[in-house]
């Protein structure tokens, strides 16, 4: 089975700090993704990755940055994290079968509130 | 970009009834599937379905990818089921709002 890893289920920090989040799976799939999921609003692509060091950006990549030093290893940065990013952030991975997409699969989300 | 509604949005289910929910897409839609959320957070994968029927026990989903649906089916419901349902689809995967599904025993 597919294990999606995300390093805190509940994190809460204050304005203007950096905030690490950092998810880990471990079925050696080549896409990584980062959404972040708030009420009446659904899911919404931030940044996603479909190799080491590389990235794209999503729907909403304003206030965030990420790093992918390890096909393992995705994280999502908030350079100086705001009250509007409290919201639940959740890792997908999946693998890259010609289209990038496919199947994806999730970690248990991260919910950040920010004070 | 491609947008996805999802009908109905709030649905209130007796145990042991069926029930079908929808995803409509505005425009045509590849790699669909079905998520569904546990109350703790949790999206599980339920289907990858860009055309066809599949069925998994209780669930089942046809996607009709020319006329830019999907439907997902839950019989016998319990109250596992409970939790949001998403449809996702296209290259940039597109996420509906989701529907709210209450079982209640």
């Known amino acids: 089975d597919v294990k999606v890893t995300q390093s805190s289920r509940y994190l809460v920090k204050r304005t203007g700090e950096k905030v690490f989040l950092e998810c880990v799976q471990d079925?050696?799939?080549?896409?990584m993704f980062w959404y972040r999921q708030d009420p009446g609003l659904g899911l919404r692509l931030i940044y996603f990755s479909y190799d080491v060091k590389m990235k794209e950006k999503g729907d909403i990549p304003e206030g965030y940055s990420v790093s992918r030093e390890k096909k393992e290893r995705f994280s999502l940065i908030l350079e100086s994290a705001s009250t509007n990013q409290t919201s639940m952030y959740l890792c997908?991975?999946?693998?890259?079968?010609?289209?990038?997409?496919?199947?994806?699969?999730f970690g248990p989300g991260t919910r950040l509130t920010v004070l | 970009g491609i947008q996805v509604e999802q009908s109905p949005p709030d649905l209130i289910l007796q145990e042991g009834a069926n029930s079908t929910l929808r995803c409509n897409f505005s425009?045509?839609?590849?790699?669909l599937q079905w998520f569904h959320q546990n109350p703790w957070g949790q999206l599980i994968n339920l289907f990858y379905?860009?055309?066809g029927t599949k069925q998994n026990g209780r669930l089942s989903a046809t996607t009709v990818a020319t006329e830019r649906y999907s439907l997902l089916y839950i019989s016998s419901s319990q109250t596992t089921d409970s939790g949001v349902y998403f449809c996702a689809g296209n290259n940039r995967l597109a996420f509906g709002k989701g529907n709210q599904v209450v079982v209640i025993p």
């Open positions: 379905i860009p055309s």
């Open positions: 425009d045509s839609v590849n790699n």
């Open positions: 997908a991975s999946s693998l890259l079968t010609g289209v990038p997409y496919n199947e994806q699969f």
């Open positions: 079925m050696d799939h080549e896409n």
